[in-house]
């Protein structure tokens, strides 16, 4: 039977049969309990209902079971690109066991950056998870200065980081393109990421490695891993070189819309042009053609993410602070 008011801890150790302090060890996870007396704290605790104070308990154990997921992009790019969906999706299947909670805090311009900064302290994290940083970002150092564990989503440019996942964005670029030189293409356009992150500048490189080993010239133009940025840019490069014969996007929204683009055109995919993305999102085989791409994978990123910021709040020692994901090409009908 449940208690008419909000129950208190001594009435949980009284219901128990046990001090006060043992019920307070069973809450904060001591190991210094016996399994017979945690077995009648925890029943106590369900039949009376009891909530422990969380304000009290973080002063006893300093800890605040959240860990805080930072992405540094627009709600509108948040919640449209498949991407972050399935970061978020891989973290909080890591976390879901662990007790600790997720907060989404997005940083959209420099006046929510400088507030998220003065937040992200150890009173009100255990720990961070940042993805999407451009440039040199200083939110990972100063985190890690002020005594708070930090994981990051992606190689930070001109960023020493303690601890990040990332994808081999460099090798999945150069396989995808080095595809295209397989199948005879020579005039091979990409559209490059933003060049203030890590994604867009390896993606980039990987395109000019392939380009390099067989002497083709190079054909670039830039987006923001938009679908909208892919048809400006599938534009400009159709009005620099209108005999291109392939694209290499940097992500699979930005390649549909070079598909779409050369639709419009008239040019046949994959016949005149060849397109591949980058991302194996959900849209990619559900396009027209289907589209080729290379796949990473979102969730297994943000699932790694979370292991690594686990170990840190625990204070264990990481043999490997720093994962890199191998990627692999996905053949379908566009290239």
């Known amino acids: ?25 069973v809450i904060n996870g001591s190991p210094r309990v016996s399994p017979q007396a945690r077995d009648s704290v925890l029943k106590a605790i369900d039949e009376l209902g009891y909530v422990p104070n969380r304000a009290a308990r973080t002063l006893v154990t300093h800890r605040t079971d959240t860990v805080a997921l930072v992405v540094s992009e627009s709600d509108q790019r948040l919640f449209a690109e498949p991407y972050f969906a399935g970061i978020i999706r ?8 662990t007790g600790l909670q997720l907060l989404l805090a997005l940083a959209r311009n420099p006046e929510e950056y400088a507030r998220l900064e003065h937040y992200l302290t150890p009173q009100h994290v255990d720990g961070v998870l940042l993805t999407s940083l451009h440039a040199e970002d200083p939110l990972p150092g100063k985190l890690e200065a002020g005594g708070v564990p930090t994981v990051l989503g ?24 080095d595809h295209l030189i397989a199948r005879g293409r020579r005039r091979i356009a ?39 940025s892919g048809i400006a840019a599938t ?17 699979d929204p930005m390649a549909l819309g070079a598909l779409r683009v050369l639709r419009a055109k008239g040019r046949a995919v994959p016949g005149d042009v060849s397109v591949i993305g980058f991302d194996d ?52 009908d566009s290239a």
């Open 1 to 25: 039977m449940k208690s008419t008011g909000r129950p208190t801890l001594e009435e949980v150790a009284a219901r128990a049969g046990v001090g006060r302090g043992t019920v307070s060890r």
């Open 90 to 97: 891989g973290i909080s299947a890591a976390l879901g066991d």
């Open 154 to 177: 992606g190689r930070p440019p001109g960023v020493s980081a303690v601890s990040y996942v990332d994808v081999d964005n460099r090798l999945g670029a150069r396989e995808a393109v």
């Open 190 to 228: 990409t559209i490059a990421g933003p060049q203030d992150m890590g994604v867009g500048i390896d993606r980039l490189t990987g395109y000019r490695d392939a380009l390099a080993a067989e002497g083709l010239p190079e054909l670039v133009a830039y987006g923001d891993f938009s679908e909208a």
């Open 235 to 251: 534009k400009e490069l159709l009005q620099r070189d209108p005999d291109l014969d392939a694209v290499f996007a940097a992500d």
């Open 281 to 332: 999102s959900a849209a990619a085989p559900l396009a027209e053609p289907p589209l080729t791409t290379v796949h990473q994978s979102a969730e297994e990123m943000g699932s790694e993410m979370a292991r690594l910021l686990i170990s840190r709040i625990r204070g264990e020692d990481l043999t490997d602070p720093v994962v890199i994901l191998r990627p692999h090409l996905v053949l379908r």
